[in-house]
């Protein structure tokens, strides 16, 4: 079912009958000759087999909302809508290396805690109201925020508001899977986690440009935990007073880890970016399949002789290392996540800006 890279040879290629007499000599021995498979794996240049894909959110509310009769949130554990690539259909993977997904949650639900070894972000996409909480510290969320459980913290999520509450979930689920080093646990009690701390503790601490000193904070994961769309709007706005554009990215800023200066998560590289009215991004590529979220405005993403045209809350994702161009139809604010960071760390990230 699964795609390999390392997929049987093509057609066109005659292998000699001593040669395969040979490989069939050797198979029950767990052996097989790299020379027969050599340029799949070790390809001139990244040959990405996602597929470019925008999801209408207009389109997808309908399913959540049937969704949410057809089961509840406790019983769901998570009520959650894979964004599944359309290259790879039941893997649960929206690029090869991230999990996607839209969770809904209504008002009185619950989500109950558990905690695994995944990391995961939450970008807010419709309503007000819900919580989640991390390790018994709670915050709100509303549209635009971008929230963080670091890996093996106790979360849960919490519907106090009065409508649907829908978030994009980002995982590196499967990065996990490819090391096996999955853990996960779920809770005794399937009721929401007492609150232990108080909100805005985590924010004021460490989310102030001040840190506490002789502090003890240990993880990987940014301390603060959510990154309000209000302050991250603000410092867009700031910004494009200057009228600075990058002619590849418009107005482009990470989101961080005050802690470190490193992106906020060290799988999940997360970014937002402003795009003025009528402005068009020069081509690009770079070597993380990026899935976009629009928050604000609309426009058109062109990429592999694709024209996918976005509004508020629709999900794009680009593959790796194929070319596009974002325009700006109106003034747009676009969310973005990769594992850019992984591949930087590793040596790996390579990006190309072609000068139109
Ligand atoms: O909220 O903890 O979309 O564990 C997938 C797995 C969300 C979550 C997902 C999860 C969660």
């Known amino acids: 079912m699964t795609k390999t890279l390392a997929a049987a040879p093509p057609a066109s290629h005659n292998i000699s009958p001593a040669r395969r007499d040979f490989y069939r000599e050797i198979a029950p021995q767990n052996l097989a000759p790299l020379w027969e498979v050599l340029h799949q794996l070790v390809t001139a240049e990244p040959q990405s087999i996602i597929k470019p894909h925008c999801w209408k959110y207009a389109d997808i509310r309908p399913h959540l909302m049937k969704a949410c009769a057809l089961i509840t949130a406790k019983e769901a554990e998570r009520r959650v809508l894979v964004l599944e690539n359309p290259a790879l259909p039941g893997e649960s993977k929206i690029t090869r290396s991230l999990f996607a997904g839209l969770q809904i949650i209504l008002p009185g639900e619950i989500a109950p805690p558990h905690r695994h070894t995944q990391t995961a972000l939450r970008f807010v996409v419709e309503g007000r109201g819900a919580y989640t909480g991390v390790d018994g510290e709670r915050t709100e969320m509303h549209p635009g925020d971008f929230v963080i459980t670091p890996s093996w913290t106790w979360h849960d999520h919490g519907n106090n508001g009065n409508g649907p509450m829908v978030w994009l979930d980002v995982l590196d689920i499967h990065m996990l899977k490819l090391f096996e080093a999955s853990f996960r646990e779920g809770s005794d ?34 301390p603060v935990f959510n990154y309000p769309y209000d302050r991250t709007r603000e410092a867009l706005e700031a910004m494009r007073r200057r009228e600075e554009w990058n002619p590849w990215h418009g107005l482009k800023l990470k989101y961080i880890n005050p802690m470190n200066g490193d992106y906020a998560i060290p799988t999940i590289a997360t970014f937002i970016q402003l795009l003025p009215k009528g402005f068009r991004t020069q081509p690009y590529r770079s070597t993380d399949s990026t899935i976009y979220v629009c928050v604000e405005g609309s426009g058109t993403t062109m990429v592999g002789g694709k024209t996918m045209a976005w509004g508020p809350r629709d999900i794009v994702v680009v593959p790796s290392w194929e070319r596009f161009v974002h325009h700006a139809s109106e003034d747009a604010v676009l969310f973005s996540a990769s594992d850019r960071g992984v591949q930087e760390k590793l040596g790996f990230w390579r990006e190309e800006k072609v000068n139109g």
């Open 189 to 222: 009690s399937d009721e929401a986690r007492p609150e232990e701390r108080p909100r805005g503790d985590s924010m004021a601490r460490y989310g102030s440009n001040l840190l506490p000193v002789d502090g003890s904070y240990s993880r990987p994961t940014s």
